[in-house]
């Protein structure tokens, strides 16, 4: 991070705006996007926040909206989030000297030059992304991480500002003004457990944190709020966030919106969420060691419950959608209880590498040359069309149905795919 400047890009509203990118119905009115299997509220439009909708509301206590405020809802489309994300993060790339993506929906960048030349490139970078992505941003920059988030905060409230603050052309008095009205909980890592012991100390708003002693602050708490400090007072101390501990693993676990109960149907859930997990280790170019089945029955169901897991310790690292698949299977074999209703499953694979690295022991009854060659050689075939033509083109098994098993994911609200799916496209008549 050798930039002048550091900058924070954030999309407003991620997943509602990924909707109305694609439906202008949807422009100018409350919209909720809704959690895993339609549960809650995750996402909300400004219109429904101004209704009082919260984060976290279940579905069920917002219909009423629908009738009374014509309020829009829509399912988790991770398909389609997942593509604006990834074409969000392509774009800032090509404008700073380095580039940290935070979020699915924000990311760092470092920008050069003097504070007008970096709230230009900051004005050009939103334009840039509404004209050829269609969501709005907005643009936080100063002189660290956690006072560029602020900045962002600073610009997401002031319409005035066009949707960038460069921090360092903002009067003293005015910053001071914001800092002494704006929680500490507002800071970038402090939550609310931090926040009420922070203000049983006297310190309760941005300025409190910024002015306290940073050596108290590493004594009544860690080294991490101690850096916030040094952060708040224009003192770079926080790393790449590449080395967040969630790079480790990758993970794909769901509930179902209608129970798994036999070994037929469980056998299914491993081989998809293996392939998925596949595609998603092939598409970041790393090879999994361990790998790791769940599942598991409601918590508040009456009676017995049971939550099955295993770990396999791979042969060697892959990302072999067959023999990923294969292990899957055989690890939760007869571990699941036929009859009872499993209500969630996942695959994790961890022991991440960037290479396959040597062959071990052979324990997999898989070590036939001819067949482990002609494994392969599907394998490649399989993760090559996925790639290419999207991730329901193929599939092994169950994975490659046209129709989705019963016990897959509720989402009755979905948009569609515009982006990933050749057969949803949007359509435009003249």
Not at 35 to 54: M, T
Not at 95 to 109: A, L, N, P, Q, R
Not at 350 to 367: A, W
């Amino acid at each position: 991070m050798s930039a002048d400047h550091v900058s924070l890009v954030d999309v407003n509203n991620f997943y509602v705006s990924c909707e109305r990118a694609f439906d202008y119905s949807l422009r100018n009115r409350p919209v909720v996007v809704l959690s895993n299997n339609d549960g809650c509220v995750v996402a909300r439009s400004q219109e429904a926040k101004d209704l009082g909708i919260a984060t976290g509301e279940p579905f069920f206590k917002v219909q009423r909206f629908m009738d009374s405020h014509n309020l829009a809802v829509r399912s988790s489309n991770y398909e389609l989030y997942g593509d604006m994300s990834a074409r969000v993060m392509e774009l800032l790339g090509r404008y700073g000297t380095w580039h940290e993506v935070y979020s699915i929906d924000e990311s760092f960048i470092g920008l050069e030059g003097n504070l007008e030349q970096v709230r230009s490139t900051a004005a050009q970078i939103r334009k840039a992304i509404d004209k050829t992505i269609g969501v709005p941003v907005c643009v936080g920059v100063s002189t660290t991480k956690t006072l560029a988030k602020l900045a962002n905060h600073i610009a997401k409230h002031n319409l005035g500002l066009g949707g960038v603050c460069v921090q360092q052309l903002m009067e003293q008095q005015v910053l001071d003004n914001i800092l002494t009205r704006v929680p500490v909980t507002d800071v970038w890592g402090v939550g609310r457990k931090t926040g009420a012991k922070l203000a049983g100390m006297g310190i309760e708003t941005i300025a409190d944190l910024r002015d306290s002693d940073p050596l108290l602050i590493r004594k009544k708490f860690s080294v991490v709020l101690q850096r916030t400090v040094f952060e708040l007072n224009g003192q770079r101390c926080i790393g790449p966030v590449e080395e967040r501990a969630d790079r480790g693993q990758v993970m794909f676990t769901r509930s179902f919106s209608t129970p798994v109960r036999t070994q037929e149907a469980m056998e299914e859930v491993m081989s998809i969420y293996a392939q998925k997990a596949a595609r998603r280790l092939a598409s970041e170019g790393r090879y999994a060691s361990l790998l790791t089945v769940t599942a598991g029955t409601s918590r508040f169901a009456q009676g017995e419950s049971s939550f099955p897991s295993a770990q396999v310790r791979l042969p060697r690292p892959t990302r072999d959608p067959i023999l990923l698949s294969k292990l899957a299977i055989a690890a939760m074999g007869d571990l699941m209880q036929p009859g009872m209703d499993y209500v969630r499953g996942g695959v994790i694979l961890s022991g991440l590498s960037d290479s396959p690295g040597e062959k071990q022991l052979d324990l997999f009854g898989i070590g036939d040359e001819p067949e482990e060659e002609e494994q392969k050689n599907v394998s490649s075939v399989v993760q090559d069309i996925s790639a290419r033509f999207g991730s329901k083109s193929i599939g092994l098994g169950p994975a490659g149905m046209a129709q989705s098993p019963t016990w897959t994911m509720k989402r009755e609200h979905i948009s569609q795919r515009y982006t990933t799916e050749w057969d949803e496209l949007l359509e435009v008549r003249a």
